[in-house]
């Protein structure tokens, strides 16, 4: 858990609060500090007989939940359009669990219990496993689950949900918490936008206020501690910053800054379409990383060249069971449609570490960051993989899927993969199955022993792509989730910049491309460096892809090379970063 925000007064009394931001734009009303109401759920024995009663009570709840949430998502698809109230897809998806329902009526007759107490718990278990695991995309989805069991448990209860009819000026909306259907039911004449003291940018709810065009900022602990009701605040989403009581001179000075940002967003919207070029041509491609289906939309929109990293693993643990084959083909090919006349990379099941579920079987280990995880739990469990591998071959008829086997370490792991993949295509070549002629097949690069030896696993593969937040993690011995260690996560230490240019040499010494799926990719700070290093792809979060293809088109691929070679010789990664930022501040200070 975060600490509480360490507000910083000035000399005109007015005090400044930092938290995370999540929705750009600047907004100043007087602040309402919202306080939900807990759902409160008693426990209460049942007997055989009401068993099917209580099931049928469920039932209803649910209709009841799915009919709330379809017209909370037809209003947001009448006023925002498809791509926003596709969110909402998710939500719709914890309604239809059939595993989760299954299990409720398991735990009905076994434990004999009220239904809306067993939902509560088994909605709040899952929800806190998903919160447990490093993805941060899987975490942000433990919201979603929990939006949607309270609403089941107020339908259960007859009990009506929260609406902002309280509201009677223009305000900003402090909270502890915002759920997606809080924040696309805001009355949007009288919001300006929000503080939540819990979230990240990830979360739908941030996401739903940056299709609103809402400024939000998220993580900012300890502001309602100090506010009071109605006190005028300065909302900065770019920034992360909540100022209580601005001055007349930071009102001036916020007015001049979002003129030029205004102007700034125009010219970018001007890029989505364009390619990433340098001044002196070398061309590098931009897509995009995809987890859920709402991912999906944003995709042309912001200019993707196709996904870079489709993430599986949700699929894989969102219930109760594994996926079957069917039920994979039928994402595959979603994503696979969307991203065409470009190109998907599927990463196979990067299960293992802290990414679990029971289902999964993994048994506890001291430490699973260095344990069963990635190809190791695939080729641990055939059937899993076999399933998988088979789906994606049979999705490959759209002709633009390609597969990526993830933490490979040495070149046995690789060899072991691949002939599955290739006992895979036999057997449906046997049994008439339609699959692609040729289906490029790469590896993540994200331990140093891979990068070590990439010379040798380039012989075997079509491409890499370089997973840096595992690699920066590994190569510095630092667990970025630490709040005491956290500082030496440095993706400009001199000894990352060494391994990911020793990977991209390697890569082009044997004819594959080479790219970037991690956080530097949408870091663009370090855009220079790995423009430099020589990377040929940058897969990153859609919404970064405009500013990063401009950043691109500014630079100098020579000089650039210039600049690593001098960052790989310097000692600190601080001197490196501050290199870094003297080039953005000369080539692209528009945009940063």
């Known amino acids: 858990m975060s600490e509480p925000s360490t507000p910083q007064s000035t000399a005109s ?24 109401d807990e759902v409160t759920v008693s426990r209460r024995k049942i007997k055989p007989e009401e068993v099917p009663n209580e099931i049928a009570r469920l039932e209803q709840a649910l209709i009841h939940t799915r009919q709330q949430l379809q017209q909370i998502r037809a209003q947001l698809s009448d006023s925002l359009g498809e791509k926003d109230a596709s969110i909402f897809d998710a939500h719709l998806l914890v309604v239809e669990d059939v595993a989760l329902l299954e299990s409720v009526k398991a735990q009905l007759a076994s434990r004999l219990l009220n239904v809306d107490y067993i939902y509560h718990q088994l909605a709040k278990s899952f929800a806190q496993k998903m919160k447990e695991l490093d993805d941060p995309y899987l975490q942000e989805r433990a919201s979603d689950i929990i939006d949607v069991s309270r609403r089941v448990v107020q339908n259960l209860k007859g009990v009506k949900g929260e609406d902002w009819k309280f509201l009677d000026e223009p305000s900003i909306i402090f909270a502890h918490d915002l759920s997606p259907s809080d924040t696309a039911t805001l009355d949007r004449t009288l919001v300006r936008g929000f503080v939540t003291e819990v979230g990240s940018k990830t979360s739908h709810t941030a996401i739903m206020a940056r299709s609103l065009n809402l400024p939000a900022v998220v993580g900012l602990r300890g502001f309602g501690d100090f506010a009071d009701f109605g006190s005028e605040v300065l909302l900065d989403g770019h920034e992360g910053l909540l100022i209580l009581n601005p001055s007349d001179q930071t009102k001036f000075e916020y007015g001049q800054i979002e003129s030029r940002r205004h102007a700034v967003e125009e010219k970018l919207d001007e890029l989505r379409e364009t390619i990433a070029i340098t001044t002196d041509q070398r061309r590098i491609t931009v897509s995009a990383n995809v987890e859920l289906p709402e991912d999906l939309s944003p995709l042309r929109e912001n200019g993707a060249e196709g996904v870079g990293l ?5 699929l894989f643990l969102n219930g109760d069971a594994f996926p079957s084959e069917d039920e994979q083909i039928r994402l595959y090919l979603k994503v696979a449609e969307a991203a065409l006349p470009h190109s ?67 070149i046995g792991e690789l060899r072991r993969a691949r002939q599955l993949l290739n006992q895979v295509r036999d057997e449906l070549r046997e049994d008439g199955i339609p699959q692609a002629d040729k289906i490029d097949v790469g590896i993540m690069i994200e331990v140093p022993g891979a990068a070590l030896i990439a010379d040798q696993l380039a012989k075997e593969v079509d491409f890499f792509s370089i997973g840096t937040n595992d690699l ?3 190569t510095l011995a630092v667990d970025r989730g630490n709040e005491r260690v956290s500082d030496l996560y440095q993706p400009t230490h001199p000894a990352v910049l060494r391994l ?7 890569a082009h010494n044997n004819n594959i491309w ?16 790995l423009v430099g290093l020589g990377v040929d792809e940058l897969s990153l979060g859609s919404v970064f892809i405009p500013r990063i293809k401009r950043a691109i088109q500014t630079l100098n691929y020579g000089e650039m090379q210039n600049l690593v070679r001098e960052m790989q010789s310097r000692p600190t990664a601080e001197e490196n970063l501050r290199l870094l930022e003297d080039v953005a501040k000369r080539c692209f200070p528009d945009i940063l």
């Open 344 to 410: 998907i990379i599927v990463r196979t099941l990067d299960i293992g570490g802290d990414k679990k579920a029971d289902h999964a079987a993994i048994e506890a280990e001291l430490n699973p960051f260095l344990g069963w995880r990635g190809i190791r739990y695939c080729l641990g469990r055939p059937e899993v993989f076999r399933t998988q591998l088979r789906a994606i071959c049979r999705a490959s008829t759209c002709g633009n899927v390609r597969i990526m086997f993830p933490m490979i370490t040495e």
């Open 500 to 506: 990911i240019g020793s990977v991209c040499d390697a």
């Open 310 to 314: 489709f993430r599986t693993e949700f």
């Open 514 to 529: 080479v790219g970037v799926c991690g956080e530097m990719a949408s870091d663009i700070l370090l855009t220079p460096a």
């Open 13 to 36: 009394g007015e005090v400044r609060y930092k938290g995370t931001p999540a929705s750009p734009g600047v907004a100043i009303a007087p602040v309402v500090i919202y306080r939900r």
């Open 472 to 474: 920066i993690q590994y």
